[in-house]
């Protein structure tokens, strides 16, 4: 059951009434009967949560497919499927959910030995496993298999760089060996940019003549319109000659060699990358004095009390202030990054 071998012990008869040599065959009636009970309650592989499991990964390929997006998802359940998420594969389904303590008990060893994010990720995937198969299986209970977690308590991340370290950010980024991967770093400081999303980027978005790039498919949904700087201009160049001159042929703006686009934004040895140049640029754009609606726009924000559809139009109506801005804002960094200060 569930993976493991078990035992059931039944009382058959008392000696001499019943003797040695009928007792396998009473066993053997008990066994099948232990068995069938369970299959006609679990009927195949459709009650086990390794069935579930895999349904949920192939819907969150379908998804990304239809986003067109990287299935990067799918790849993140399937890795949690394959290091956390063992142990339950031979379950049941029904049997999960009777056991909400010893999902608990599995949380706590997880966030021991793998930390406490990965933990209530494992958690939520799981949960969200449960949720669908009971949406077509009406023979399941609707109950939550996690309810006995008590999830850990989210931190922010702590990976901000205060202003005045930005000269110390330079000289890091100069030492980076990679011409790609120097564009790509400066080109995510200068837009604030969230990285997973810069990093597919491909030419055929880089719209040098009308002097902005897209964005598509980002978080918030629509494309985002991101106007491109001198500053920002030049590192574009850089990546551009740095793949011709490795003969590198790609639609993607910062590939790899061993083929797609970067993935990792945290291995060049910088005091900061990723998603902490979202708050310096920020930083930056409002001791500038960058009109707040103006500041969301270039960074793909939805504002408080703003639709999708009024920030679309507010990017194609607003592109000379958010080129604008854009121009100080670099300069601006560009400045502090060479020992100045904000003016």
């Not at 949920?56 to 299935?71: N, V």
């Not at 990965?118 to 449960?130: G, M, P």
Request: aromatic share 8%; charged share 25%; hydrophobic share 40%.
């Amino acid at each position: 059951m569930n993976g493991r071998s078990s035992k059931v012990h039944r009382r058959f008869g008392f000696f001499p009434i019943m003797n040695v040599a009928e007792t396998p065959n009473c066993a053997l009636v008990a066994a099948e009967r232990v068995v069938f009970h369970r299959l006609k309650r679990e009927p195949g592989k459709v009650g086990k949560f390794a069935f579930a499991l895999d349904i949920y990964i192939e819907h969150a390929r379908e998804q990304a497919k239809k986003k067109e997006k990287p299935p990067s998802w799918a790849a993140t359940i399937g890795y949690i499927k394959r290091t956390h998420l063992k142990e339950f594969l031979d379950w049941t389904l029904s049997d999960l959910a009777a056991s909400p303590l010893v999902v608990a008990a599995w949380h706590r060893r997880i966030s021991e030995s793998s930390g406490p994010s990965i933990a209530d990720q494992s958690a939520r995937v799981l949960k969200t496993v449960y949720r669908r198969a009971v949406q077509a299986n009406r023979s399941l209970r609707s109950c939550d298999p996690t309810s006995a977690i008590q999830f850990n308590t989210k931190c922010r991340s702590q990976n901000v760089l205060a202003l005045a370290d930005l000269p110390r950010w330079f000289s890091a980024w100069q030492e980076i060996e990679s011409p790609i991967r120097k564009a790509f770093q400066m080109i995510n400081l200068l837009t604030g940019n969230r990285p997973r999303e810069l990093s597919r980027l491909k030419w055929s978005d880089v719209l040098t003549r009308e002097r902005y790039f897209l964005i598509r498919a980002p978080k918030a949904e629509n494309n985002i319109c991101v106007p491109m700087s001198p500053a920002i201009a030049q590192e574009f160049k850089r990546a551009r000659n740095a793949a011709r001159d490795d003969k590198i042929e790609c639609e993607w703006v910062f590939p790899m060699r061993s083929g797609g686009h970067i993935t990792r934004f945290d291995c060049d040895c910088l005091p900061a990358w990723g998603m902490a140049f979202r708050t310096i640029w920020r930083t930056v754009a409002a001791d500038c004095g960058v009109n707040e609606i103006i500041a969301h726009c270039c960074l793909g924000h939805i504002p408080i009390g703003m639709s999708r559809e009024c920030i679309a139009h507010l990017n194609s109506s607003s592109r000379s202030e958010m080129r604008a801005a854009q121009g100080l804002v670099s300069r601006q960094m560009l400045a502090l990054m060479k020992g100045g200060s904000l003016v």
